[in-house]
């Protein structure tokens, strides 16, 4: 769930940016704003701050985890991204997205941790992406380009 407005927001603007720009997914956030409203399942023990499933098979899934500036290199993000990540690459579908979205500052470092601990797992089927609160950023698999704008 979210701990802080900062952090909140960030999940907002993001789930709002990956519904303008996959129109066909239906996004959960782990946001309560009503009673019973639903929220993103469990993988490998952590619940991700969005998730937006679709039918088209050109983006059947998204993942996407929110963090500040004082979170993106701690262990337990580095073991968050590997679990979201590890569930795209459990599944037999096609086209499987995860973000990591942060606020300005964190933007290096989330760029880092995602380089460094990702890139070997970008695949045909699999983008690691960045959302900086403005753009979305994709990660290159080994051999093409670090990093470019989507």
Same mark, same amino acid.
């Given at each position: 769930? =979210?701990?802080s407005e900062?952090h909140?927001?960030l ?18 956030k ?5 009673? %019973?409203d639903p929220v993103?399942?469990i993988f490998?023990?952590y ?6 499933k679709?039918s088209?098979?050109r983006?059947q899934?998204v993942?996407a985890e929110?963090?500040?500036? %004082?979170d ?9 991204i590997?679990?979201?990540? %590890?569930?795209l ?7 499987r997205?995860?973000i990591l979205a942060?606020?300005?500052?964190g ?6 941790v995602?380089?460094?601990?990702c890139?070997h797992?970008?695949t045909e089927?699999?983008?690691i992406?960045l ?11 080994? %051999? ?5 704008? =989507?």
């Amino acid at each position: 769930m =979210s701990q802080s407005e900062t952090h909140r927001r960030l999940v907002i603007d993001t789930s709002i940016a990956i519904q303008q720009r996959y129109p066909q997914v239906k996004v959960t956030k782990d946001i309560i704003e009503n009673p %019973g409203d639903p929220v993103p399942p469990i993988f490998g023990g952590y619940r991700p701050d969005i998730i937006g499933k679709s039918s088209d098979p050109r983006i059947q899934l998204v993942i996407a985890e929110a963090k500040t500036v %004082g979170d993106v290199e701690r262990t337990h993000t580095l073991c968050q991204i590997d679990a979201f990540i %590890g569930h795209l690459e459990s599944m037999q579908s096609a086209n499987r997205t995860f973000i990591l979205a942060v606020n300005g500052p964190g933007c290096e470092k989330a760029r880092n941790v995602l380089n460094f601990n990702c890139r070997h797992r970008v695949t045909e089927n699999i983008e690691i992406e960045l959302f900086d609160g403005l753009d979305f950023w994709r990660l290159g698999a080994p %051999g093409d380009t670090l990093w470019r704008l =989507s």
